[in-house]
T-cell receptor, first 117, second 112 residues
Framework: NAGVMQNPRHLVRRRGQEARLRCSPM?????VYWYRQLPEEGLKFMVY????????ESGMPKERFSAEFPKEGPSILRIQQVVRGDSAAYFC???????????????FGDGTRLSIL | DAKTTQPPSMDCAEGRAANLPCNHSTISGNEYVYWYRQIHSQGPQYIIH???NNETNEMASLIITEDRKSSTLILPHATLRDTAVYYCTSLVSSGSARQLTFGSGTQLTVLP
C-alpha cells in the first residue's frame, strides 16, 4: 500500500493520559498536514509540517497539542493530558513539496479514531 | 481561502450522472478549486481540482464557470459506491498557507 499510513486506527485513552498518533506520508511526499474531525463536523486544519520544520500551526490548540516530523520516521501528533473533548478522528495528509504556482493535491490516510474515557 | 457553499444533500439514480454544485463567490485569482469525498469511516479521497479550465480524469469532470464563482462536479455514471459526502474546497497556489478548509459538504446518496 503506497498510500498515507496512519496508526493506530483506534486509540483509547483515559483522561489525563497522553495520546501519540503516527503518520507515514506517501512515498516521495515531504509535506504532512494534520486535520481533526469532531463527530458530525467537517475536517479542521491543525498543522502543516515538512521534515524537521513546522510551516503553519495556526489550527493547533495552544496547549497540550504538539506535532513533529523528524528527519527519519513518521510524523507524530502528540496530545498531552487528554480530555473528553479531544475525542475525534485525526487525519493526516501528505503532498509533494508545493511548487510556486503549481498545485499538488493532499492525499489523506484513513485516520486515527481517538476515544477518551 | 474562499468560503464555499454546497447543498446539504442530493439523491441520484444509479447509472445516471450526478451533478454536484458548489458556490465559491469569494474565490481569488490564484485559488484552485478542489473536490474530495469521504465515505463513512474513511479518510477524504481526492477527486479532482482545477483553476480556470474544465478538467476531467478517470473519476469525474469539473466544470468551472467563466467568472469562477461556482463549479460543478460531475460523476458521469454514478454507482452505489459513490454514496459519500462530497466536499468542495479551495487552496491558494502559492505561499505557505496550505490548509484545506472543509465545510459541511453534500451527502450524495446513489439510489438503486
Amino acid at each position: 500500500n503506497a498510500g498515507v499510513m496512519q496508526n493506530p486506527r483506534h486509540l483509547v485513552r483515559r483522561r489525563g493520559q497522553e495520546a501519540r498518533l503516527r503518520c507515514s506520508p506517501m512515498k516521495g511526499h515531504s509535506h504532512v498536514y494534520w486535520y481533526r474531525q469532531l463527530p458530525e463536523e467537517g475536517l479542521k486544519f491543525m498543522v502543516y509540517l515538512q521534515k524537521e520544520n513546522i510551516i503553519d500551526e495556526s489550527g493547533m490548540p495552544k496547549e497540550r497539542f504538539s506535532a513533529e516530523f523528524p528527519k527519519e520516521g513518521p510524523s507524530i501528533l502528540r496530545i498531552q493530558q487528554v480530555v473528553r473533548g479531544d475525542s475525534a478522528a485525526y487525519f493526516c495528509a501528505s503532498s509533494p513539496k508545493p511548487g510556486w504556482g503549481s498545485n499538488q493535491p493532499q492525499h489523506f490516510g484513513d485516520g486515527t479514531r481517538l476515544s477518551i474515557l | 481561502d474562499a468560503k464555499t457553499t454546497q447543498p446539504p444533500s442530493m439523491d441520484c439514480a444509479e447509472g445516471r450522472a450526478a451533478n454536484l454544485p458548489c458556490n465559491h463567490s469569494t474565490i481569488s485569482g490564484n485559488e484552485y478549486v478542489y473536490w474530495y469525498r469521504q465515505i463513512h469511516s474513511q479518510g477524504p479521497q481526492y477527486i479532482i481540482h482545477g483553476l480556470k479550465n474544465n478538467e476531467t480524469n478517470e473519476m469525474a469532470s469539473l466544470i468551472i464557470t467563466e467568472d469562477r464563482k461556482s463549479s460543478t462536479l460531475i460523476l458521469p455514471h454514478a454507482t452505489l459506491r459513490d454514496t459519500a459526502v462530497y466536499y468542495c474546497t479551495s487552496l491558494v497556489s502559492s505561499g505557505s498557507a496550505r490548509q484545506l478548509t472543509f465545510g459541511s459538504g453534500t451527502q450524495l446518496t446513489v439510489l438503486p
